[in-house]
């Protein structure tokens, strides 16, 4: 049956199909691609329809290569999909139909690369097949992830005791004395609690070096998710002070903790411990099956960038994620070869810079004690790291915000 491939204007049958399949997730969703266009950013979204129904999605993101020179006379763009494409199984008809409407694309936007990122991990029973299909459709492994490959995940289909039975003994001592010492998390109602919710963002960005996008922008995350139930925004306070802040994302069966931040005083009440166990429990009242903390470490090893991070999630119980390296399919290979050593050597700096931070951060943990240095380190998935050439670099995909992406290129 043949397998036509077209954009895709209807939100409620996008999203339907990507919460029907494993591998949907909230960055292809169709609020996503809003946000995306909120940034100025442009995107395609590709739906595979066989007979009328859809059997395969892919939101693809258009922006310019952030070359160090321009090339008079030539515009050189590449295509970006942050965890997607999505199609039912690695034989599917849809792929190669999704790829090579792509590469149409491709050419009538200049692309150097189609750069893929498909929500396929380390837990699917398939994953050599999906990788091998990537490869027969001539992509090839680009060794630095624009999202970050590999997230800590927790299945929060057990009963809450059994969940916080499995918090690590300090863990759950730090919420029960956040609870004996008043504080409190409560959803945010009104501006004045946006605002505090910001307010911690950028103390937490001034104090970990790590980029925010606006106000207004985040207003618009929470707006384009919470109209339909899919999203909250929680503080933690004491005496009516905002100490901790969180906004939670549901997609499907899934939960994301796609922002946090603390303040930087009354650490010794230990507000975020209490806040991230109310995160949990929203997750589970709202049907969810699994609970994503997000990005940690590639490289699971100390001092590697988001290690104190790491600590921290891993007390509430879970398991790390990988997901299968980035694949890219190159149009233009001298400029791609061109950009893929500046990159090389931008993350090279960037690795080295952050593993003395992170080094620099453990050696006070142990002197501090090691919940008190995980605390202070949860915060840093409220925003990504501003890598070299600023917050935000022109040739970053806004499908994928810096904010949530942990990089750019």
């Not at 609970?291 to 590697?304: H, Q, T, W």
Request: with cysteine.
């Amino acid at each position: 049956m043949t397998v036509v491939v077209k954009e895709i204007s209807d939100r409620e049958q996008w999203n339907a199909f990507l919460t029907s399949q494993p591998g949907g997730h909230l960055l292809q969703s169709y609020e996503w691609g809003e946000l995306n266009k909120y940034l100025g950013g442009r995107i395609y979204r590709l739906g595979a329809l066989e007979a009328g129904r859809l059997i395969g999605a892919m939101m693809v993101a258009v922006a310019p290569v952030p070359l160090p020179v321009r090339l008079p006379g030539l515009q050189l763009n590449w295509l970006y999909s942050c965890r997607g494409p999505t199609v039912e199984a690695p034989d599917s008809p849809a792929l190669p139909a999704l790829i090579t409407e792509a590469h149409a694309i491709a050419r009538r936007e200049g692309s150097v690369v189609l750069r893929l990122e498909p929500n396929i991990a380390d837990d699917d029973p398939r994953l050599e097949e999906w990788q091998s299909a990537y490869r027969a459709l001539g992509f090839r492994v680009y060794p630095y992830a624009v999202h970050p490959r590999r997230s800590w995940v927790l299945d929060i289909r057990p009963p809450l005791e059994t969940l916080f039975a499995n918090f690590k003994m300090t863990w759950r001592q730090n919420v029960r004395v956040a609870g004996r010492k008043g504080v409190t998390v409560r959803e945010a109602s009104s501006d004045a609690d946006f605002d505090a919710y910001y307010a911690l963002l950028k103390i937490t960005s001034e104090r970990d070096a790590f980029f925010i996008h606006s106000q207004d922008y985040h207003r618009e995350i929470l707006r384009q998710f919470a109209a339909r139930g899919d999203a909250v925004l929680f503080l933690a306070e004491h005496e009516g002070e905002a100490l901790a802040a969180k906004m939670l994302i549901r997609f499907g069966s899934w939960c994301w903790d796609m922002f946090g931040a603390t303040a930087n005083h009354k650490r010794n009440l230990k507000a975020a411990y209490l806040l991230q166990y109310r995160c949990i429990q929203w997750a589970k009242e709202q049907g969810c099956t699994h609970f994503d903390f997000r990005a940690i470490p590639e490289v699971l090893e100390p001092g590697e960038e988001m290690w104190g991070v790491y600590e921290y999630k891993q007390g509430f119980g879970g398991y790390s994620r990988l997901n299968m390296p980035t694949q890219d399919y190159v149009y233009r290979p001298l400029i791609y070869r061109l950009w893929s050593k500046l990159v090389e050597i931008r993350r090279e700096r960037r690795r080295a810079e952050r593993r003395r931070v992170e080094l620099e951060r453990a050696a006070r943990g142990k002197q501090g004690g090691r919940s008190q240095s995980s605390e202070a380190s949860q915060p840093a998935q409220a925003a990504a790291p501003a890598r070299s050439g600023g917050p935000k670099e022109k040739g970053q995909p806004s499908a994928e915000p810096a904010s949530s992406s942990g990089t750019s290129q």
